[in-house]
């Protein structure tokens, strides 16, 4: 009689496992599902529902294979959306995970953020901790340039102009922002042909209306070239 008995049990327990293992494997697909999902979202933009999506996985698999990285999508979602609590929840994502590969991501968008939010010293302290080999080139690019207009604005124009000096050496979007912005910390420090060459480098373009050609006086009257401010001053009188 034991033998049979024996036999129900173990027929009783591997059911009991099987059936554990089965909602374990169905439970863990649905919240896979909630991370893709997410991920979908993501590329197409869609902000609001893509934080919804990773916020239901780490509920649903808060150890999950994709926890860590639907924490900071969430975050960065919350971000792109401008929500109140887009920036502690990616500080929180960094007080955590500061040695994830995410981190990187994070310091750049945070970065981003608080250029936006005009809050330059923000910007200074996460755009210098992000590792640029880890950027694309155009972000890579719009870091340099956000970073360098930040120094700019706290007058720390030897941290500046380096940043600037590589953007307007290359083809890129920030480039005539560069040849200004060059130009007038060159001219601060009295280093005028420099600041003369830059600024003729960008005296059409439109974007800066007359703030290029007055400094462009300023510095023809600084280093005593007179003729040629006549002859400057009569070409923007025309």
């Given at each position: 009689?034991?033998q049979?008995?024996s036999?129900?049990?173990?027929?009783?327990?591997?059911l009991?496992?099987?059936a554990i293992?089965?909602?374990?494997?169905?439970?863990?697909?649905?919240?896979?599902?909630?991370?893709?999902?997410?991920?979908?979202?993501?590329d197409k933009?869609k902000?609001?529902?893509?934080?919804e999506?990773f916020e239901?996985?780490i509920?649903?698999?808060?150890?999950g294979?994709?926890?860590?990285?639907a924490?900071?999508y969430?975050?960065?979602?919350?971000?792109?959306?401008?929500?109140?609590d887009?920036?502690a929840q990616?500080?929180?994502?960094?007080?955590?995970h500061?040695s994830?590969?995410?981190?990187?991501?994070?310091?750049?968008e945070?970065?981003?953020f608080?250029?936006?939010?005009?809050?330059?010293d923000k910007v200074?302290?996460?755009?210098?901790k992000?590792?640029?080999?880890n950027?694309?080139?155009?972000?890579?690019?719009?870091?340099?340039?956000?970073?360098g207009?930040?120094y700019?604005?706290?007058?720390?124009?030897?941290?500046?102009?380096?940043?600037?000096?590589?953007?307007?050496?290359?083809?890129?979007?920030?480039?005539?922002?560069?040849?200004?912005?060059?130009?007038?910390?060159?001219?601060?420090?009295?280093?005028?042909?420099?600041?003369?060459?830059d600024?003729r480098?960008?005296?059409n373009?439109?974007?800066?209306?007359k703030?290029?050609?007055?400094?462009?006086?300023?510095?023809?009257?600084?280093?005593?070239r007179?003729?040629?401010?006549?002859?400057?001053?009569e070409?923007?009188?025309?």
């Amino acid at each position: 009689m034991r033998q049979p008995f024996s036999k129900l049990i173990f027929f009783l327990f591997f059911l009991i496992s099987t059936a554990i293992s089965a909602q374990e494997y169905i439970s863990q697909n649905v919240s896979d599902r909630w991370y893709q999902q997410g991920m979908d979202l993501l590329d197409k933009k869609k902000f609001g529902a893509a934080r919804e999506s990773f916020e239901r996985y780490i509920t649903q698999a808060p150890s999950g294979q994709y926890a860590t990285d639907a924490q900071y999508y969430a975050a960065y979602s919350a971000i792109r959306l401008y929500n109140l609590d887009g920036e502690a929840q990616m500080a929180q994502f960094l007080q955590e995970h500061g040695s994830h590969p995410k981190a990187i991501r994070a310091n750049y968008e945070l970065g981003n953020f608080y250029f936006n939010e005009q809050r330059y010293d923000k910007v200074i302290e996460y755009f210098e901790k992000t590792d640029t080999r880890n950027l694309s080139m155009v972000e890579e690019e719009t870091r340099d340039f956000k970073l360098g207009y930040a120094y700019f604005t706290r007058k720390k124009f030897e941290e500046a102009k380096p940043l600037f000096d590589v953007l307007k050496n290359s083809e890129n979007p920030y480039r005539n922002a560069a040849y200004y912005y060059a130009g007038y910390i060159a001219l601060e420090n009295g280093e005028y042909n420099e600041a003369l060459n830059d600024l003729r480098r960008i005296e059409n373009d439109e974007s800066y209306g007359k703030a290029v050609p007055y400094l462009i006086i300023i510095i023809l009257n600084q280093h005593g070239r007179y003729e040629q401010l006549k002859t400057f001053g009569e070409i923007i009188l025309a």
